[in-house]
Nanobody, 125 residues
Framework: VQLQASGGGLVQPGGSLRLSCAGSGFTLDLYAIGWFRQALGREREFVAAIRRGRGSTVAQSVKGRFTISGDIAKNTIDLQMNTLKPEDTAIYYC????????????????????WGQGTLVTVSS
């Protein structure tokens, strides 16, 4: 079971990026899939998650700007990030959980079983 995150890069404030999380060894739509981020010197924080049959959950800090979606055929979960701000700069990680996580647990990194290697997003002019 592995996750591979991609799509990070340098973007100007107000710009957009699309991150992708690809799964191997398992089918993503059977799991809860999440995105977290970790800025330099800060703790890892929840960004968004999608759970089968329960839709998506997005952190208040990115609501209205970030959207999480899945492509079953490609076995990927994408994070579309619009109107990016300098404070969105971080390493973004995708994660998976085989457990049926309740909403409050989505926000806690230790409840997630599997992590990808991270992709760096830098928002700067």
């Amino acid at each position: 079971v592995q996750l591979q995150a991609s799509g990070g890069g340098l973007v100007q404030p107000g710009g957009s990026l699309r991150l992708s999380c690809a799964g191997s060894g398992f089918t993503l739509d059977l799991y809860a899939i999440g995105w977290f981020r970790q800025a330099l010197g800060r703790e890892r924080e929840f960004v968004a998650a999608i759970r089968r049959g329960r839709g998506s959950t997005v952190a208040q800090s990115v609501k209205g700007r970030f959207t999480i979606s899945g492509d079953i055929a490609k076995n990927t979960i994408d994070l579309q990030m619009n109107t990016l701000k300098p404070e969105d700069t971080a390493i973004y990680y995708c994660s998976a959980s085989a457990s049926s996580l309740i909403t409050s647990s989505l926000y806690v990194p230790r409840y997630w079983d599997t992590w990808g290697q991270g992709t760096l997003v830098t928002v700067s002019s």
